[in-house]
């Protein structure tokens, strides 16, 4: 089956941004972009109203996010919006539950299936609370709007804004909390369970 237009697009956006970023620890990152695998795979849509923030968080998009942001926004009633956490589950608050998802656009599930690597979109509404958890993949937070404090274990709280990048190495705990907008993070990570549930601390 060969692969769709409109999903090679979002590959292309993605890949982009990753090989053009100038930060150093995005580099760590590159070969596993560049050689993210060769199988894709149709993803069902699926819809959560988070996702709908991807949309206004364009409104205030800085020039260095502004095209990977366009593109998922365009693209954001076609990809597979999840949750790792369910109601009753216990590990993250009911308000989270009704207003966050992410959708992986290269990873073990695809569309572009990958061991080596995942990467997607992540969006939290206003006013959310993700407590501290942990994982075994390193892990690359790249902030295409709005902001929020993060808190990585045994550093203080600090606010970070679009563009910033916020880089969490492996099983460290980490933190973050959205104020007056919404957050729209780009994600990768490598190494360990590429779909490890979180544990929390
Ligand atoms: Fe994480």
Same mark, same amino acid.
């Given at each position: 089956?060969?692969?769709?237009?409109?999903?090679?697009?979002?590959?292309?956006?993605?890949?982009?941004?990753?090989?053009?970023?100038?930060?150093?620890?995005?580099?760590?990152?590159?070969?596993?972009?560049?050689?993210?695998?060769?199988?894709?795979?149709?993803?069902?849509?699926?819809?959560?109203?988070?996702?709908?923030?991807?949309?206004?968080?364009?409104?205030?998009?800085?020039?260095?996010?502004?095209?990977?942001?366009?593109?998922?926004?365009?693209?954001?009633?076609?990809?597979?919006?999840?949750?790792?956490?369910?109601?009753?589950? &216990?590990?993250?608050?009911?308000?989270?539950?009704?207003?966050?998802?992410?959708?992986?656009?290269?990873?073990?599930? &695809?569309?572009?299936?990958?061991?080596?690597?995942?990467?997607?979109?992540?969006?939290?509404?206003?006013?959310?609370?993700?407590?501290?958890?942990?994982?075994?993949?390193e892990e690359i937070y790249i902030l295409l709007a709005g902001n929020a404090d993060f808190e990585l274990h045994g550093?203080?709280? +600090?606010?970070?804004? +679009? &563009?910033?990048?916020?880089?969490?190495?492996?099983?460290?705990?980490?933190?973050?909390?959205?104020?007056?907008?919404?957050?729209?993070?780009?994600?990768?990570?490598?190494?360990?369970?590429?779909?490890?549930?979180?544990?929390?601390?």
């Amino acid at each position: 089956m060969s692969i769709e237009l409109q999903d090679l697009e979002l590959l292309t956006a993605v890949r982009d941004f990753t090989f053009a970023h100038p930060h150093p620890m995005v580099s760590t990152f590159k070969p596993g972009m560049r050689n993210w695998g060769d199988e894709w795979r149709a993803v069902e849509p699926q819809h959560l109203p988070a996702a709908e923030h991807v949309e206004s968080g364009l409104r205030h998009a800085r020039a260095l996010t502004r095209p990977l942001l366009q593109t998922f926004a365009a693209h954001r009633h076609r990809l597979r919006w999840e949750q790792s956490y369910r109601a009753g589950d &216990g590990l993250v608050s009911e308000a989270m539950l009704e207003d966050y998802a992410f959708a992986d656009i290269i990873g073990l599930h &695809g569309p572009f299936v990958s061991d080596r690597i995942r990467s997607g979109i992540l969006v939290f509404g206003p006013g959310i609370d993700y407590p501290s958890h942990h994982h075994a993949a390193e892990e690359i937070y790249i902030l295409l709007a709005g902001n929020a404090d993060f808190e990585l274990h045994g550093e203080a709280p +600090a606010r970070r804004r +679009a &563009g910033d990048v916020v880089y969490v190495d492996p099983n460290r705990p980490h933190a973050l909390a959205t104020r007056k907008k919404a957050l729209v993070i780009f994600y990768l990570w490598q190494g360990g369970d590429l779909r490890q549930k979180s544990d929390f601390d």
